[in-house]
């Protein structure tokens, strides 16, 4: 198992700007999160107010007191340097995505391929998809298996709290499963 501790472990929410990782994060934090956003200067990539510049930060408490500590990196290739070391030590990443992006498919190709698909346990969350066109996840799923990666892709809205929480289920889902096929070797 790659978490920080025996009783803890570190998930990493990537995405690129704009795809809800802040949000994801203070939704299911039983702190307030920590962020280090700064004003968005790059308003052409995504039109908002602030973004992450260095890392978000928040946690939770599992039932069995297992903590949960949440990373998010900052989507802007500017700070692309920070996503090695966000991503050290972690049992799993979260790829969150903007599905009205127009380019929705070269964003899950990027960020599945920075952040290691088949390496470490990752799953997908696809937010601000219109109900009538569910069809892109599974355009999303087909592009992966083209490449021989199979990963849980998810329709999810980031400021749900239920939604993110499912996410986060998942990816244990995996990590433990990892686990146990660790064991077995």
């Known amino acids: 198992m790659n978490a920080v ?12 700007m704009g795809a809800g990782k802040t949000t994801a994060i203070s939704a299911i934090s039983d702190h307030e999160a920590v962020s280090t956003d700064v004003i968005n200067t790059d308003l052409a990539q995504c039109n908002k107010e602030l973004t992450t510049a260095a890392l978000d930060y928040g946690q939770i408490l599992l039932p069995d007191n297992s903590c949960v500590r949440l990373y998010g990196t900052p989507g802007q290739e500017r700070f692309r340097f920070m996503w090695p070391i966000l991503l050290n030590n972690a049992a799993g990443v ?9 380019e929705l498919l070269e964003h899950l190709e990027h960020y599945v ?7 470490v346990p990752m799953v997908v969350g696809v937010g601000r998809l219109p109900p009538e066109d569910l069809s892109r996840l599974e355009t999303l799923a087909m592009r992966l298996e083209e ?7 998810f329709d999810a809205d980031v400021r749900q709290q239920d939604d993110v929480l499912l996410l986060v289920d998942a990816l244990l889902c995996q990590i433990e499963a990892d686990d146990c096929r660790s064991l077995e070797a």
Do not use: Q
């Not at 501790?5 to 690129?16: C, D, H, Q, V």
């Not at 391929?113 to 390496?119: I, L």
């Not at 490449?147 to 892709?153: D, E, K, S, V």
């Open 113 to 119: 391929d920075a952040f290691g698909a088949g390496k």
């Open 5 to 16: 501790a025996s009783n803890e472990f570190k998930i990493l929410f990537t995405g690129p």
């Open 94 to 102: 979260i790829v969150l995505l903007n599905g009205e992006h127009p």
């Open 147 to 153: 490449r021989g990666i199979a990963l849980p892709i």
